[in-house]
């Protein structure tokens, strides 16, 4: 099994930027693929952003490209999720999701059989 544990969430203003981290820990394999996921209020649960650990190829939803930028450090099997130019939109608690093989519904969460408890991202007008 695998377990996930984001840090990095808080409150910040329009504008500002923050850099969410998820350690894993538990069975790991090389075609890891680890994705960010968000859920505000009355919302479905999203995603966000997903990086694979063979290639490095990186994933993103297009209300987030060009503004965020995941990224990976395979010796401490920690993804990273740096959010710059946050917009109140971006509100939401984000969760980390890890899957064992990459597939190519890489942004539904039903491919991810491991998740961590979130962490809450406020975005202030």
């Known amino acids: 099994q695998v377990q996930l544990v984001e840090s990095g969430g808080g409150l910040v203003q329009a504008g500002g930027s923050l850099r969410l981290s998820c350690a894993a820990s538990?069975?790991?394999?090389?075609?890891?693929?680890m994705g960010w996921f968000r859920q505000a209020p009355g919302k479905e649960r999203e995603f966000v952003a997903a990086?694979?650990?063979?290639?490095?190829?990186?994933y993103y939803a297009d209300s987030v490209k060009g503004r965020f930028t995941i990224s990976k450090d395979n010796a401490k099997n920690t993804v990273y999720m740096q959010m710059n130019s946050l917009k109140p939109e971006d509100t939401a608690v984000y969760y980390c999701?890890?899957?064992?093989?990459?597939?190519?519904?890489?942004?539904?969460?039903?491919?991810?059989?491991?998740w961590g408890q979130g962490t809450q991202v406020t975005v202030s007008s």
């Open positions: 999701a890890a899957a064992l093989y990459y597939s190519t519904n890489y942004n539904f969460p039903n491919t991810y059989p491991y």
């Open positions: 538990g069975r790991t394999f090389s075609s890891y693929v």
């Open positions: 990086i694979r650990w063979s290639g490095g190829s990186t």
